[in-house]
C-alpha cells in the first residue's frame, strides 16, 4: 500500500499536431492590416499622389464656394485684398508716412499684402483644415495630408486672381512689364512649400489643441508688422543702427524674404541691393525646412486625427 501511494502520478500525455496560429499570424496569413495604421513614408507619398486630382478638386470647389452667397461673387477674390491695401496706405502711407523714401509705394504695398496674404490665409486654413472636416475625416479613408495641402493650393489660386488685380495696378503706376516678372514662378514655387509645411504643422497642432485657431490671429497680425508689408525694411536699417541679432531676424524672416523676392522681380524700381545676402538661398532654405520638416511631422501622427 505504502509503494502505491508513493508512487508518482502518471503524466497525462500531451496532444499530438502543430500548435494554433495566433492571431498575428492569422492576420498576416490572410493579408489584413490594423485598421488607420499609418504608412510608410514613401506609401503615404505615394497615397497622396494618387489622390492628387482630388487634391485639386477640393481646392477649386472651396474657392468657387467661398463666395457663393454675396452678390458680387468671385469679384471678391480680388477686391478683398484690395480693399485691404487701401486700408494700409490709408493708415501706414499716409497717417504714418511709412511711403516716404519708397518708389512705387503702390505696387510695393500692393505686392506686400498680397504675398504676406498668402502665407497668412494658408496658416489659418491649415490650423482648421482637420479639427474643422472631423465628419469627412472619420467617414472616409484617405490621408490627411490632402486637406491642409488643398487649402493651401485654394490660397495659391487666390493669389493668383489678386495677381491679375496687381499687373494692372503696376501698369497703372507706370511699371513696365519686364523679363524679371518671370523670376516670380520660382518664388511663389518656394513660397508655396513653405505655406504648405507650416500649414501641415499648424493642422496637427488644431486637431489636437483647438484654442490654437483662437490663438492665430494675433501671432500672424504680429508677424506681419514686423515683415515689411507696410514699410521698408532696407530703408529702415539704412537709416536706424539696430543691434546686429535684429538685423538678422528682419532679414531672414521668411515672410518678408518672399515678399522681398516678389518685389524684386515685379517692381522695377526695388533693386538687388535692397535683397539681404543670400536671399535665394534663404528662400529655399526655408522651403526645404519647412516642407520636408512640416510633411514629416503630420505624417507621424497620421492614425491619431479625427479620433478622441
Known sequence: MSQLLDKPPTATAAPSGPPAPSPADLAARHGLTVSGARPTLPAYVRQLWDRRHFITAFATA?????????????????MTPLLN????????????????????????????VFVFTFTQQSV???????????????????????????????QLQQLLFSLCALVVILLAFGVPPTVSWLLAIPALALQFTFNAGLALVMARLGSQTPDVAQLMPFVLRTWMYVSGVMWSIDTVLRDHHLPHAVTVLLEANPAAVYIDLMRFALIDSFHASQLPAHVWAWAAGWALLAGVGGFIYFWKAEETYGRG
Open 124 to 154: 489659418m486654413a491649415g490650423t482648421r483644415a482637420v479639427s474643422g472636416s472631423l465628419g469627412l475625416v472619420r467617414a472616409l479613408h484617405f490621408p490627411r495630408a490632402s486637406l491642409p495641402l488643398s487649402y493651401c493650393l485654394q
Open 85 to 112: 491695401a487701401a486700408v494700409y496706405y490709408f493708415i501706414f502711407g499716409v497717417l504714418m508716412n511709412t511711403k516716404h523714401g519708397v518708389p512705387d509705394y503702390v505696387p510695393f504695398l500692393v505686392t506686400g
Open 62 to 78: 472651396k474657392l468657387t464656394a467661398q463666395y457663393s452667397q454675396a452678390k458680387l461673387g468671385q469679384l471678391w477674390q480680388i
